[in-house]
């Protein structure tokens, strides 16, 4: 098994920026890919929107459109832990987010197997 716990949220204004860690203990974290999803207030009882992967070495990313170019994605496998920074930040970003791994590298939200608790990001306008 694998644990992980992420931290970081917090309330922000729009346009400021967010980094978020996501530490994990277990299996060898080297070994899987880890992504970040989150889930927005509105959408209690919907799938959690993916947001970004990370391949076990870090070398490739995936970004999901309406992140790419604000958020970047990084891996310390030294430290097992994975960020998710977040810059210019708008108020439809507010949701938990979480971080999952998985053994294959994909954005699907059904190919990750362990799930963080989530952490509050809130975007005010």
């Not at 299996?27 to 959408?43: D, I």
């Not at 810059?87 to 999952?100: G, I």
């Amino acid at each position: 098994q694998v644990q992980l716990v992420e931290s970081g949220g917090g309330l922000v204004q729009a346009g400021g920026s967010l980094r978020l860690s996501c530490a994990a203990s277990g299996r060898t974290f080297s070994s899987y890919t880890m992504g970040w999803f989150r889930q927005a207030p509105q959408a209690p009882g919907k799938e959690r929107e993916f947001v970004a992967t990370i391949s076990r070495s870090g070398t490739s990313t995936i970004y999901a459109m309406s992140v790419k170019g604000r958020f970047t994605i990084s891996r310390d496998n030294a430290k097992n832990t994975v960020y998710l920074q977040m810059n210019n930040l708008k108020p439809e970003d507010t949701a938990v987010y979480y971080c999952a791994s998985s053994t294959y590298y994909s954005s699907t939200y059904s190919r990750y197997d362990y799930w963080g608790q989530g952490t509050q990001v809130t975007v005010s306008s």
